[in-house]
């Protein structure tokens, strides 16, 4: 039969307005989160990371937040343009630093910027 | 700098063949990571390489296999192609030194469409 598509959550937004882009990550022992933007037929690029012994990361115009306490993720975009318009994902490595690679990725956030 | 190179771009085979895909890390980067999305499942990892031997391995059936070259060169192969493998693969390079997460860098992807 036919596959059921993954329900996106939407973030609809104004040019200038500034973003709030959450994520629930599943596993307590995760000490690494990466935010990914992708683009229609692009594959994902890397916007920001935050390792597990920090909470607040800032980038150019992104900010990341970490909440150990309620395994809870935010990206933050000051200032969205409407070359932000992607689906945004939250990725935890779980497994001690410099170990096997494996990123488990969040199902994504569609985020739409009106000029 | 050269990013993640992944070819080909574009694939169509038909159910019951079997395809190889391939991916060129980021120069320097010895850590290759395999990933399957789709509508429904979302970004789903496939396995990890180091140093040409695979460190994780996901959920996926033996048709999919892969293996890595000394120059960090990775291939993945699919076998007895199922119309459920229709997806984009994507492949990842990261630094991986010493015991430090580094973040991981993605390729456009190859879509492959199983008809």
């Known amino acids: 039969g036919e596959s059921v598509g993954l329900h996106l959550p939407t973030l609809s937004v104004q040019e200038g307005d500034n973003s709030i882009i959450n994520c629930a990550y599943s596993?307590?022992?995760?000490?690494?989160f990466i935010w990914y933007k992708q683009e229609s037929g692009k594959g994902p690029q890397f916007i920001i990371d935050i390792r597990s012994n920090m909470d607040k990361r800032q980038g150019q115009r992104v900010t990341v937040l970490l909440n150990k306490t309620v395994k809870h993720l935010s990206l933050q975009i000051a200032a969205t343009q409407p070359g932000d318009s992607a689906v945004y994902f939250c990725?935890?490595?779980?497994?001690?630093?410099?170990?096997?690679?494996?990123?488990?990725f969040g199902k994504g956030t569609l985020l739409t910027v009106n000029p | 700098k050269a990013g993640v190179t992944q070819t080909p771009r574009y694939l169509i085979k038909t159910r019951g063949q079997q395809v190889t895909l391939s991916c060129s890390p980021i120069?320097?980067?010895?850590?290759v990571s395999w990933y399957q999305q789709t509508p429904g499942q979302g970004l789903q990892f496939l396995f990890e390489?180091?140093?040409?031997?695979?460190?994780n391995k996901g959920n996926f059936p033996g048709r999919f296999s892969g293996r890595q070259f000394s120059n960090s060169r990775s291939e993945m192969n699919v076998s007895t192609l199922e119309l459920g493998d229709s997806a984009l693969y994507l492949c990842?390079?990261?630094?991986?030194?010493?015991?430090?997460?580094?973040?991981?860098?993605f390729g456009q992807g190859t879509r492959l469409t199983v008809v």
């Open positions: 390489y180091f140093s040409e031997t695979q460190r």
């Open positions: 990725a935890e490595k779980q497994g001690s630093g410099g170990s096997n690679y494996k990123l488990t």
């Open positions: 120069s320097g980067h010895r850590s």
């Open positions: 596993n307590s022992a995760s000490d690494y």
């Open positions: 990842a390079s990261s630094l991986q030194t010493g015991s430090w997460d580094t973040e991981a860098f």
